[in-house]
């Protein structure tokens, strides 16, 4: 692999960028591996880099129907947080932000991490209460938080809505600040690269429409391309999970749903961290071209469609406006919708099936983007040693039949209440 | 948006309408032997297809009333709404 440098791009500028190498290769599938990952996201291609790198696995294969980091990975809004409250999510998370710290350098691929704070507003007293408890929670499992008042909130971001006609006047906040973004293109393409150069093959436009099983144990993929020969396969296809499963005669504790974001036109710098409003579910950070971008609530019906309606983008807009009154004078410049794997209790799905050889990573609902390295690291050790990381063992498939679920929000099972 | 046809009300805006999830889930009999994996399955799991989905809505905003909804997921085609007491 050709090394990213300051010098390499020097040499290559006085060659008008005419040289440089494939950034992956565009293998022809062989007929067998040692392992296959279905989904080229970022959690396929997380997962397919330490498989290589650390469990020692060379003939690996990454399958996917459409195109490297196409899909969630390219809808989300890059958010990095580690703000949970259960000890289970927090070391999970937490130990996904200590990863992001050095990925760039792993991959040698600016996956521009940015830690520039994550800030969760807090609009009444018993809000500010709940976010103490929370802090003190993630404090406990040592990550750094804090609690600031409505003084340092407008400090921070003078330009929200501090005056008395304030709908959901500002009490203060939690301050995570090594929360922040990273570029999610770039997080793909960086495993991707780095794979690659690992000898992973990188196979796109290559669906798998079935699964060869002999007495419980995996042998096989029957693909677009072909059947393809193999003793493991792991499944990273979130919102299509329920799809796959259904080909293993499986049925999983999920729905999918769609979820929208969307950018303003860009503008100058105005804010600098990642800002959540507290009295309904909006979230605002700036990009480094000046969009702003914006989340909030699923659509909330179940959806395979890669795209969502006004009414939720006209409710998460009328928030962002309450928080931040100078939204207003923006014009939205795009809009788009990911398919949410939302697991009845939130949480993610990190385990090995009742299919020897096969294994699942998925229910990341709305929140896998910041998880992906330790996703990936996590369900390589998961795939290599037939047996769960010990930061994803409360993550295991059982726990809705053990009852030990791990529901942050309390919501139950109804999913599409976000 | 979408357009959703109530039974009692016609066609009304999507915001008027709330969603309450699979509608084919059946609670397991009361009075009778229920095993921990019938329960789970009633509790957690889902088919969760692509394509055609019977599902219940609630006219919060209107009359009121609950309702079934036959929906397509992957184009949000509205097939077809029944009351409560209809079946497909």
Redesign the interface.
């Known amino acids: 692999m050709q090394k990213y440098s300051v010098f390499s791009l020097i040499k290559n500028a006085l060659t008008n960028h005419q040289n440089w190498d494939v950034v992956w290769r565009d293998p022809e599938p062989k007929k067998e591996y040692e392992a296959i990952i279905i989904g080229g996201g970022g959690h396929g291609l997380a997962t397919a880099f330490y498989l290589a790198k650390y469990y020692n696995m060379k003939n690996i294969a990454i399958l996917e129907k459409g195109w490297i980091g196409g899909g969630n990975v390219a809808r989300n809004t890059t958010i990095l947080r580690s703000n949970y409250m259960h000890d289970a999510n927090s070391l999970f998370y937490d130990h996904g932000m200590q990863m992001w710290k050095d990925l760039s350098q792993e991959l040698n691929y600016n996956v521009m991490y940015s830690p520039r704070g994550i800030l969760n507003l807090a609009h009444s007293d018993a809000q500010l209460n709940a976010y103490a408890r929370r802090g003190n929670s993630m404090r406990l499992n040592g990550i750094d938080v804090s609690l600031i008042g409505r003084e340092e909130v407008k400090k921070m971001i003078p330009f929200a809505d501090f005056t008395s006609n304030a709908r959901f006047p500002i009490f203060g906040g939690l301050l995570q600040p090594i929360g922040g973004t990273a570029r999610h293109d770039a997080v793909a393409w960086g495993y991707a690269r780095a794979a690659d150069d690992m000898g992973v093959d990188i196979i796109q436009h290559c669906e798998v429409n079935g699964f060869d099983i002999e007495n419980g144990k995996l042998t096989g993929v029957q693909t677009s391309r072909g059947n393809i020969k193999t003793k493991k396969v792991g499944l990273c296809v979130a919102g299509s999970t329920?799809?796959l499963a259904e080909k293993l005669n499986m049925?999983?504790?999920?729905?999918?749903h769609v979820l929208q974001a969307c950018v303003s036109e860009p503008v100058k710098p105005l804010l600098d961290g990642v800002v959540t409003f507290g009295a309904g579910h909006f979230y605002c950070s700036q990009s480094d071209k000046g969009e702003m971008v914006m989340g909030g609530d699923l659509d909330?019906?179940?959806?395979?469609?890669q795209r969502g309606?006004?009414?939720t983008i006209q409710h998460v807009l009328t928030e962002g406006v309450a928080l931040f009154p100078n939204l207003s004078r923006l014009k939205i410049l795009r809009t788009w919708g990911g398919v949410m794997d939302m697991s009845?209790d939130g949480s993610p799905i990190i385990d090995k099936t009742h299919i020897e050889g096969v294994y699942l990573n998925c229910g990341w609902c709305y929140g896998g983007f910041k998880a992906t390295p330790v996703s990936g690291l996590t369900f390589a050790h998961t795939i290599a040693n037939d047996t769960p990381h010990d930061l994803s063992i409360p993550f295991r498939l059982d726990r809705?039949?053990t009852g030990h679920l791990l529901d942050e929000k309390g919501l139950g099972?109804?999913t599409?209440i976000s | 948006?979408?357009e959703i046809r109530c039974p009692y009300c016609g066609n009304r805006?999507?915001?008027e309408f709330a969603?309450g999830?699979?509608a084919t889930i059946k609670r397991p009999e009361l009075n009778t032997e229920v095993t921990?994996?019938e329960w789970?399955?009633f509790?957690?799991?889902?088919?969760?297809?692509?394509g055609n989905?019977l599902?219940l809505w609630h006219h919060i905003s209107g009359c009121r009333q609950w309702f079934k909804v036959h929906?397509n997921?992957?184009?949000?085609e509205i097939l077809k709404t029944l009351e409560m007491k209809e079946n497909l």
């Open positions: 329920s799809l049925n999983l504790p999920m729905e999918a909330g019906y179940n959806s395979y469609a309606n006004l009414p009845m809705f039949n099972t109804k599409w | 948006m979408l805006s999507q915001n969603y999830g699979d921990d994996q789970d399955n509790v957690y799991y889902r088919k969760n297809p692509r989905h599902e929906r997921t992957a184009t949000h």
